[in-house]
C-alpha cells in the first residue's frame, strides 16, 4: 500500500515532464502513500496491539520489563530511528515473533529487502501471516514485480481480512493496474473497517471520480471536507493517468508504489 521517502526520491527520472509530473505527484496524496500508514483497523485485536500486549505476539509471554523495551522501540520506530530500534532488538535476551515483526519493520523501512523478506518468509506459519504477507507484498511492489505485489497483497487480505491498511494497499495496486471495480471493493471494505482511514478515502476518491460516481464522490469529499481544489487535482491526475501491467515492470514515468500506499504507518 510508504517507504522512506530518500529510497523512492532516487526511482524518479529527471526527464518526466515537470507539469505532467505535478499532475501525477498529486496521486502521492491520494493515500497511497498504503502502506502504511499502517494505521489501525478496526479488528478484534489486530496484530499490533498483540504485539504491544501483556502477552506478545500470538499469546507469548512478555515479561513486564521486555514490554516496556519493545515500547520504547516502536518509539523510536515511529520517529523513524531504525538504526538505533535495530541495535535495541539485537540487545534484548530472546527473539520472539513481536521482536522479530519490529526488526522486519525496520529492515524494510530501511531498503534492506532480503533482511525484511527473510524474517517475513519465517512469520508466514504463525498467527502473523497476514502481516508477514503485507511486507512481502509492499517489498515485491517496491521493487516493481507488480504480479509477485498482487500475490502476496491477496494472501494477506485472505490472511487478516479485517486489516484496514492491507485492504487499502491492495485496493490501490487494483486501481493503478487498471481493476477499477475490484479496487473500488477494497477501498471500501478498508474505509468501512476504518471510517478515518484518510488514504483508503483519497483512494476511494479517485476511483469514483475516475468512474464518473459523482454523486458517490461528492458525498465522500463532503464527509472528508476536501475543497474544490484537491478535486481539480485528482481530475488532473485522472486525465493522465495510465494503468500499469502485472506482466511486465511498472513504467518509470510514473511514480513509484511506495509513493502511493499507506503514508502514516503505525508501528506493528
Known amino acids: 500500500?510508504?517507504?522512506?521517502?530518500?529510497?523512492?526520491?532516487?526511482?524518479?527520472?529527471?526527464?518526466?515532464?515537470?507539469?505532467?509530473?505535478?499532475?501525477?505527484?498529486?496521486l502521492v496524496a491520494l493515500g497511497l502513500g498504503m502502506l502504511l500508514a499502517l494505521s489501525g483497523c478496526s479488528s478484534p485485536v489486530s496484530p499490533q496491539a498483540a504485539a504491544s500486549s501483556p502477552n506478545g505476539a500470538c499469546g507469548e509471554s512478555l515479561s513486564a520489563e521486555q514490554g516496556v523495551k519493545l515500547s520504547l522501540i516502536r518509539q523510536q520506530?515511529?520517529?523513524?530511528?531504525?538504526?538505533?530500534?535495530?541495535?535495541?532488538?539485537?540487545?534484548?535476551p530472546e527473539r520472539s515473533l513481536s521482536t522479530d515483526l519490529l526488526?522486519?519493520?525496520?529492515?524494510?523501512?530501511?531498503?534492506k529487502w532480503s533482511l525484511a523478506a527473510a524474517i517475513y518468509h519465517e512469520l508466514q506459519t504463525t498467527c502473523l501471516?497476514?502481516?508477514?504477507?503485507?511486507?512481502?507484498?509492499?517489498?515485491?511492489?517496491?521493487?516493481?514485480?507488480?504480479?509477485?505485489?498482487?500475490?502476496?497483497?491477496?494472501?494477506?487480505?485472505k490472511a487478516s481480512?479485517?486489516?484496514a491498511d492491507i485492504r487499502n494497499d491492495l485496493g490501490f495496486l487494483l486501481l493503478i493496474t487498471g481493476q477499477d471495480e475490484l479496487a473500488r471493493d477494497e477501498l471500501l471494505t478498508a474505509l468501512e473497517l476504518n471510517p478515518e482511514h484518510p488514504n483508503a478515502a483519497r483512494n476511494l476518491w479517485f476511483v469514483l471520480l475516475k468512474n464518473r460516481q459523482h454523486r458517490m464522490a461528492d458525498q465522500l469529499a463532503a464527509r472528508f471536507q476536501w475543497q474544490p481544489s484537491?478535486?481539480?487535482?485528482?481530475l488532473d491526475a485522472i486525465a493522465v493517468f495510465k494503468p500499469l501491467s502485472l506482466r511486465q515492470p511498472t513504467a518509470r514515468e510514473q511514480a513509484p508504489f511506495a509513493e502511493y500506499s499507506s503514508n502514516a504507518e503505525v508501528i506493528q
Open 77 to 92: 520506530l515511529q520517529q523513524a530511528q531504525y538504526y538505533s530500534a535495530l541495535a535495541e532488538l539485537e540487545m534484548l
Open 129 to 157: 501471516a497476514g502481516q508477514a504477507y503485507h511486507g512481502l507484498g509492499l517489498i515485491a511492489a517496491y521493487q516493481d514485480d507488480l504480479d509477485q505485489a498482487m500475490h502476496w497483497l491477496t494472501l494477506a487480505a
Open 230 to 234: 484537491e478535486r481539480q487535482a485528482v
Open 103 to 111: 526488526r522486519a519493520y525496520s529492515y524494510r523501512k530501511l531498503g
Open 1 to 26: 500500500m510508504a517507504e522512506h521517502k530518500t529510497h523512492t526520491a532516487t526511482q524518479q527520472q529527471s526527464s518526466v515532464d515537470d507539469k505532467t509530473y505535478d499532475k501525477r505527484h498529486w
Open 161 to 163: 481480512p479485517v486489516t
